[in-house]
């Protein structure tokens, strides 16, 4: 098991430092046998007393104006943060990076930053989740490398993951 962002664990994939993995489906993973796992919603992350909680969704502009929590280069919320930055021409107010979800959920309760997380991430009583404006999407795929041979235990990973997803 390797715990590391989507992009790092397509690099170890086609390096054949690592069997397979859960990586982004896009253009960066085409290159990889991929089998769909889930589409999920990227969405702000918001302690509930946070007037973004209220909302229905909240559109970029917004997002970029409030002190962020983001994870580190190499994880696929933060490439999400800047390449969301890029498109609109605004900056990431950064003020604090982590790459554990317990901590970065921890500084988001105390009302430090806002983050942005998969909807399912954000559930619990604390926190909210909201839309962005224009909702974002994610395709999470279990992925190997083109060609590679998968031992019979693999196999039935993967089989078992998407009998279970």
């Known amino acids: 098991m390797v715990e590391a962002g989507a992009r790092r664990l397509q690099q170890m994939i086609a390096a054949g430092e690592l ?3 859960v990586v982004i489906d896009d253009g960066a993973s085409r290159h990889l ?3 769909h796992l889930v589409r999920e919603e990227m969405v702000v992350c918001v302690p509930r007393d946070h007037p973004f909680a209220g909302r229905t969704s909240v559109p970029p502009t917004a997002f970029f104006a409030e002190p ?7 994880y696929f919320h933060r490439e999400f943060v800047d390449a969301l930055a890029r ?24 009302g ?6 998969l909807r399912r991430v954000v559930e619990e ?3 909210a989740a909201v ?30 993951v998407l009998a279970n997803r």
């Open 87 to 110: 498109e609109r021409g605004a900056e990431a107010d950064v003020a604090f990076e982590s790459n554990l979800i317990p901590l970065t959920k921890a500084i988001v309760r105390r």
């Open 131 to 160: 839309s962005f404006d224009p909702p974002a999407w994610l395709d999470l795929s279990l992925a190997w490398a083109e060609g590679a041979y998968l031992s019979r235990a693999e196999q039935a990973f993967v089989d078992f």
């Open 33 to 35: 046998t991929r089998r």
């Open 68 to 74: 962020l929590v983001l994870f580190q280069d190499g």
């Open 19 to 21: 069997d397979l993995g």
């Open 112 to 117: 430090f930053g806002i983050t942005t997380f």
């Open 125 to 127: 009583p604390e926190l």
